[in-house]
């Protein structure tokens, strides 16, 4: 198990976790607002918000609990079992968007696509999407004593998506 009790693990996702989750949200508002014609600095901020929470919380949800460096994982607040069975496979967006994350943005590799071809665009409208899917449905077997009054309003919130 982990070497935290209750209450820091629930004031944890009230305030960590949940800052992951409205800044991926944040980020797709963003860009929605000023559209693809906004100041190149502000589209570049937005896809590495995006792409900075959006690998944080899919490493919470997808990676070993078995992890020594004190990282937190959703295996922490909910029984693995149960969680391997209904949390959704990655889609294929998901793994691309994991795939281009590491080459294009994590790390200074020589795969990061050059100019402004098509395929260098990034979905991220369909990804927070899918992202928010594996939320629910975390959320949907989060025990009551883990949640804080943020993740109340985030349930609400996510009650339309299906």
Known sequence: MNDHNDLVLKEFLDEH???EIEGIIHSVETLAKYGRNADQSIINMCVDNFVSHGRNLLEFYYYPKKDKRGYARATHYVDSDEWGKIRPQKTDLIREFERRA???M???TYKRISGNPPEKKWYFGPCLKDILVVTKRFLKILPDKYVGQKIVQ?????????
Request: charged share 20%.
């Open 102 to 104: 590491s080459n294009e």
């Open 154 to 162: 985030l349930k609400e919130s996510l009650s339309k998506i299906q």
């Open 17 to 19: 976790f949940m800052y």
């Open 106 to 108: 994590v790390h200074l």
